[in-house]
């Protein structure tokens, strides 16, 4: 049972260049987010999604779009990267919005 | 606005015991959270919290104050694998979390 797995690992991309982070999880979690997160600040939430087929925004969604098209896919597609968007990013997912979220391992996203 | 106040680094000793404090102002309370998180790693779930008083897992404990706005992480019998960084959440009205940035903990022999 991998729980959350995120893609890529890591990645460098130029400034005005399109992204897609991917986001799988096999526990049938309904919920699911997006965050980033900063030297000296809190995980800020990007986007969000309560059950497949709907979507939210959360505290930073500019410049990020979402979908989520099943129950265990969520990806985060950074349009036109700028450097701002340097970050790590974490998905999370829980079984309801009321419970706790189980986290991805994280990617780390350099824009030049 | 909302906010989450945590000290930025601590300091304990192995075998010590060391209260890691949180404070908050939020639209809305529905249960506070404490994340454990590594260097390099994701956060991972440590205690949740949602009425007044203590919750006691192991070496951890939890401590919340609905009417105060704090919360304490309590560690005992400090490990050096206990060296991480220790998150506080809080659920708002609209049941997103609001994250403190994360308390820094050394943990020294």
């Known amino acids: 049972i991998a729980g959350i797995t995120q893609a890529p690992t890591s990645q460098i991309l130029a400034a005005g260049r399109r992204m897609t982070l991917r986001c799988t999880q096999d526990m049938r979690h309904n919920a699911m987010y997006w965050y980033r997160q900063d030297l000296g600040l809190g995980l800020r939430l990007i986007h969000y999604s309560n059950t497949a087929g709907t979507t939210g925004k959360g505290e930073v969604p500019d410049g990020y779009s979402v979908s989520r098209a099943n129950t265990d896919d969520f990806p985060l597609t950074l349009a036109s990267a700028v450097p701002s968007q340097t970050s790590v990013y974490f998905c999370a997912s829980s079984d309801s919005p009321e419970n706790e979220q189980f986290f991805g391992p994280g990617t780390r996203l350099t824009v030049l | 606005g909302q906010n989450i106040d945590q000290p930025t680094e601590m300091t304990a000793t192995e075998g010590a015991i060391v209260q890691i404090n949180c404070t908050y102002q939020t639209s809305g309370f529905n249960g506070l959270f404490w994340y454990q998180q590594h260097a390099g790693e994701a956060p991972t779930f440590l205690s949740y919290?949602?009425l007044d008083g203590l919750e006691e897992k192991g070496r951890f404990s939890s401590f919340l104050s609905r009417s105060k706005g704090y919360s304490y992480l309590l560690l005992k019998e400090l490990q050096m694998k206990d060296s991480a960084s220790y998150l506080c959440?809080?659920?708002?009205?609209?049941?997103?979390?609001?994250w403190g940035a994360g308390t820094k903990l050394i943990i020294k022999p």
């Open positions: 959440a809080v659920r708002d009205s609209n049941y997103q979390l609001i």
């Open positions: 919290n949602v």
